[in-house]
């Protein structure tokens, strides 16, 4: 079975702070993939990337990075000098190599970003 | 369109009645999800199209629920008999090619807020 935890619930910051939101994943596949996801307070459901599991390179577009680690089944994302429009909830979700299309979400972390 | 479409954008229906959902995926998608997504937790898989084919139903939680997409394009997921536990944000995506291909994410709609009173 898999299954995706986000320990945290909701998290405060103030504007300009680096924050780090947790995402600890299990399953038995090999070959699987791994997402995080940002929903706005309006609602959509925004793709924000997708790693394999066999490429353990952290990644780093703009003010977000990455940090997969397969030893500890961890996919944390950082957001560096958060901004108000940072305040989101914020989805890690896995899937299987076989059906990669059956993606496996955490509960969601809320994160506010207080100016 | 520019993203995925769906509609309508909130429904409130009585316990009993019957509802359709609509979505529209990105133009040229060939795969389609739908996705339920209670208040307070992640998006749920409830089944996926490739092209018109609908090829894994395996989460739709009853035979009230099902799912076509006829032409390979506009889907519409119903949902008879509504019961207060379906209410819940009705979630579609699709995506650019099958899911085996790399560079294939989902994108999802802004979703269906159902309410069953």
């Known amino acids: 079975a898999q299954k995706v935890t986000q320990a945290q619930t909701e998290i405060s910051v103030v504007e300009k702070e680096d924050v780090t939101l947790d995402c600890v994943y299990e399953?038995?596949?090999?070959?699987?993939?791994l997402f995080w996801y940002k929903q706005p307070p309006s609602g959509e459901l925004v793709f924000l990337i997708r790693?394999?599991?066999?490429?353990?390179q952290n990644e780093i577009s703009g003010r977000y990075s990455w940090n997969f680690q397969k030893s500890t089944s961890s996919f944390n994302f950082t957001i560096t000098a958060s901004q108000v429009v940072d305040s989101a909830v914020y989805f890690c979700a896995l899937s299987s190599g076989g059906s990669n299309y059956k993606l496996t979400f955490g509960k969601g972390t809320l994160l506010t970003v207080n100016p | 369109g520019a993203g995925v479409s769906q509609s309508p954008r909130y429904k409130v229906t009585k316990r009993g009645q019957d509802v359709a959902l609509r979505c529209d995926p990105i133009?040229?998608?060939?795969?389609l999800y739908w996705y339920r997504q209670a208040l307070g937790q992640g998006p749920e898989f409830l089944t996926y199209?490739?092209?018109?084919?609908?090829?894994?139903k395996s989460g739709l939680p009853n035979d009230r629920f099902s799912a076509e997409r006829p032409e390979g394009s506009i889907s519409t997921l119903t949902i008879q008999r509504t019961e207060q536990r379906d209410s819940a944000m009705y979630r579609c995506?699709?995506?650019?090619?099958?899911?085996?291909?790399?560079?294939?994410?989902?994108?999802f709609g802004n979703g269906t807020r159902l309410t069953v009173t």
């Open positions: 790693r394999n599991s066999f490429d353990e």
């Open positions: 133009s040229g998608h060939v795969s």
């Open positions: 995506a699709s995506s650019l090619s099958t899911p085996s291909s790399y560079n294939s994410p989902l994108h």
């Open positions: 399953t038995r596949d090999t070959t699987y993939y």
């Open positions: 199209f490739n092209y018109e084919a609908q090829q894994d």
